[in-house]
């Protein structure tokens, strides 16, 4: 038998809710949920890479790259120098 499912409600403000639903068309996504599932599939790779010590980066067209960072990403982070650039980076959308 399958695990036990539970229902999760979000207040969202409309603004997310369109960014919600452009994502899902960039992607080809038909749910929120498909969409919910992909994007803790992406955070939960970042958050193991960083627990084991490396830094998730995007490689740009022009090779230079850019470290993922979000302010959470602090409390992952065992170096203070890691955790200080990661409070100062990018912010999360609101939702």
């Known amino acids: 038998m399958g695990h036990p499912k539970k229902r999760i409600g ?3 403000s409309e603004k997310s809710v369109a ?4 994502l899902m068309q960039k992607l080809g996504l038909e749910t ?3 969409l919910f ?6 955070l939960d790779w970042v958050c193991e890479e960083i627990e084991k010590g490396n830094a998730p ?5 022009d090779g230079t790259r850019e470290r ?4 959470a990403f602090k409390n992952l982070q065992k170096d203070e120098d890691d955790k200080k650039a990661v409070s ?4 999360p959308v609101k939702i």
């Not at 980066?57 to 067209?61: D, G, P, Q, R, Y």
């Not at 993922?68 to 302010?71: I, Y």
């Open 10 to 12: 979000f207040d969202m």
């Open 19 to 22: 960014q919600m639903d452009e």
């Open 32 to 34: 929120r949920k498909d």
């Open 37 to 42: 599932n992909h994007a803790m599939t992406l």
């Open 57 to 61: 980066m995007v490689e740009k067209k």
């Open 68 to 71: 993922l960072l979000m302010p």
């Open 88 to 91: 100062i980076s990018l912010t």
